[in-house]
Structures are given as structure tokens and as C-alpha cells.
């Protein structure tokens, strides 16, 4: 499992790690340099997507074997930015950034909410006040998600990488690899970050159908109803071939 932005592995914890794993999938979950309990926070800002790429192939090669890698927004971005370059057994993209890149949600963002991008600029990592989490809450959780959960999330936000949010400014397609892996493409109905036209546009790069699930806010795997997401996506694991 590969986190987003801003946050670290601990989002797969709550729900999907264990859920998986009582299906009999051993489940792993990285943050990338610089995040949560890895190293590289004081040289943070200069992360590339590179380096996060290179993150999730050092627990692939410490893993062993052939892994599905699953991400999550950002995250899947740069599963994205390793399927350009090396082929995987699979992999699932869930709330992916569109292929216009993070620009295009940003500017979105601003027109509509310029609340949320203010107050994403001005939260202290490790520090989260109350009034941030209030104003990140409708995007990333909803009005449903149990206040401790939030106030737990809020304690693994951290500080995004500049140059990383550089290289996703702009068009994130990539020539796929000689040898194609099977992809899953995700969302969820009320993510007003990812939106269902975004995740379409994501499945068509890559040449499949996009699995919308209704409801669910950003943070798909935290969230009330997360059984909704979870549960295609082990279907999908299900079909794959055996390796």
C-alpha cells in the first residue's frame, strides 16, 4: 500500500491492512523518505517523485516476490511513475490525480474553494489546529467520519515535498512499458479532490474501465462505508492471474 500526499502509511492501518489480511493477503505499507517514521525529513523539499518511486522499489525488492502495489492520489501517481518504467505483476490506482496533472485540480480548487488550498498552506505539520482540520474535513473525510479518527489523522499530516508537487504539476502520462501490467482504476462518488471525471480520465490512459463507488470522500480508506472500496478491489485482486 502506497499513502499520498501529506500523509504517511498509517492510513492503511485502521481498515484495509488488517481487512486484506484476514483474506489471506500478507499486507505492507511504506512512507516514503521523509514521511511518518522514515528518514529524510530535513531534506524533505527536495524529494522528487523519483525518490518516492525509488522508496516503493526498495520495499519491493525487501518484500521479494512480485507484490501488487496499490496507491492511493499521489500515490498513485507514482505507482504511475514506476509502470512507465518497470512492469509490476499489477497494480490498482485509487483516487488518482488526473493526466492533466496537480495543477489542474489546484486551479480547480482555488475557483471553487480557496479555503482549502489557504488552509492547506498554512497548517504546521505535527501541530494541526482545529480550524484546519475543520476546513480539510468536507475534502478528505466528510461530515460522517468519526471526530477521533479525524483529530488521529491529523496527527500523521506532514509537510509535502516542493519539488515533488512540481513534478506532478503538469501531464502525468508516461509511454507505458513493453510488457503492460494490469491495472484497477478507482474512485468514489463524493471525493471533491479526485472527482469521477478525473478518475475516468485516469482509466482511459491506461486502456480500462474506471470503478466509481458511491459516496466516500477523498480518504476512501479511512472513511464510513470503506467496505465500498475495499471490496471491488479485492474482487480485482481475486481475477488476477496466478504468478
Known amino acids: 500500500f502506497v499513502h499520498g500526499g501529506y500523509c504517511d502509511a498509517w492510513c492503511w492501518q485502521p481498515h484495509f491492512m488488517p481487512w486484506f489480511a ?8 511504506l512512507s516514503w523518505r521523509g514521511h511518518g517514521g522514515s ?7 527536495g524529494a522528487s517523485v523519483d525518490d518516492y518511486a525509488a522508496d ?6 525487501e518484500i521479494g516476490g512480485e507484490p501488487i502495489l496499490i496507491g492511493h492520489s499521489m500515490g498513485a501517481a507514482v505507482i504511475e511513475r514506476i509502470l512507465s518504467r518497470h512492469p509490476m505483476r499489477a497494480a490498482a490506482l485509487l483516487a488518482p ?6 495543477l489542474a485540480v489546484a486551479s480547480r480548487l482555488m475557483t471553487q474553494r480557496p479555503d482549502y488550498l489557504m488552509q492547506m498552506g498554512r497548517f504546521d505539520a505535527g501541530n494541526v489546529s482545529a480550524d484546519v482540520l475543520a476546513a480539510l474535513r468536507p475534502f478528505y473525510f466528510g461530515d460522517d467520519t468519526d471526530d477521533a479518527l479525524v483529530r488521529e489523522a491529523g496527527k500523521h499530516l506532514t509537510a509535502e515535498s516542493s519539488r515533488a508537487l512540481f513534478d506532478l ?3 502525468l502520462s508516461a509511454p507505458r512499458t513493453a510488457e503492460p501490467t494490469p491495472v484497477f482504476v478507482l474512485g468514489a462518488s ?4 479526485c ?6 480520465a485516469t482509466a482511459q490512459e491506461h486502456g ?3 470503478t466509481v463507488v458511491e459516496g466516500l470522500a477523498h480518504m476512501l480508506m479511512l472513511v464510513p462505508g470503506w467496505e465500498r472500496a475495499a471490496l471491488p478491489l479485492a474482487g480485482w485482486i481475486d481475477r488476477l492471474k496466478p504468478r
Open 22 to 29: 484476514q483474506r489471506g493477503h500478507a499486507t505492507y505499507a
Open 190 to 193: 463524493g471525493d471533491r479532490i
Open 56 to 61: 516503493v522499489l526498495r520495499a519491493v525488492r
Open 208 to 210: 480500462v474501465d474506471a
Open 39 to 45: 528518514d529524510g525529513h530535513e531534506t524533505l523539499f
Open 169 to 171: 504539476s503538469l501531464r
Open 97 to 102: 490525480l488526473p493526466p492533466s496533472g496537480l
Open 195 to 200: 472527482r469521477p471525471v478525473d478518475v475516468r
